[in-house]
């Protein structure tokens, strides 16, 4: 049994990547507070199959995706990822579903990564950052940015019902990537890339890095924070 995070301006590929690939094997459910219609980062206009409560109690997985980041301030949500969270056999997360996960106090004393130009502020919630396409520390499994969604599913899947499995959706997907560019991180996009990434990007990272101060001084609200 699994639950998935959604909510407005949720990133889609960092949903439907893990989706498509657990759906073909598990019992998916898509939760939020209600079941209206909600936009998703790119437009796409979706739902969630089960409100929090209707949401199974005890999971196999929790899962949360990236997107926008005012969800880390609601308290609703993070309780719900606490509770959900203190049970699951695995707590997941790909993109900045790694910082969600910290906001609910669920990722201390955890290796943990996330999209690459975020992945720093997971320090903020007592996790040791890691570059890499897909962490799993212990019962945690964490993956990058967006397109890591898939891989990270898969890896989750062989864990949860071996490789043949995971091979065989693989297989299934066509997942057989061939980027026709090299740029997929900072190192390999280079200088010039980044400079007019940044520029694009704007001032966007300037907002998450205090909203991530302030949510790891109150993620103990949620679960007590280990000493």
Known sequence: VVGMLVHTGVTLLDLLGPQTVLAQSCDVHLAWKNTDLLETDSGIVMKASCS?????????????????????????????????????????????????????????????????????????????????????????????????????????????LGEDVAKMTQLALEYDPAPPFDAGTPKKAGPEVMKDFLAWFGGAGNTLAPMCAAAGKKMGKYTPIAQ
């Open 52 to 160: 929090f409560d209707e949401c199974p109690k005890d999971l196999d997985v929790l899962f949360v995706p990236g997107g926008s980041f005012e969800v880390m301030e609601d308290d609703e949500t993070l309780r719900f990822l606490a509770d959900r969270g203190s049970r699951a056999k695995w707590v997941t997360s790909v993109c900045g579903g790694s910082i969600v996960l910290g906001a609910a106090g669920l990722m201390q004393g955890y290796k943990a990564t996330s999209h690459w130009a975020a992945r720093e502020l997971l320090t903020n919630f007592g996790a040791t950052p890691v570059e890499a396409r897909v962490v799993t520390d212990r019962n945690r499994v964490s993956g990058g940015g967006v397109t890591a969604g898939i891989d990270f599913g898969l890896v989750l899947l062989a864990k949860l």
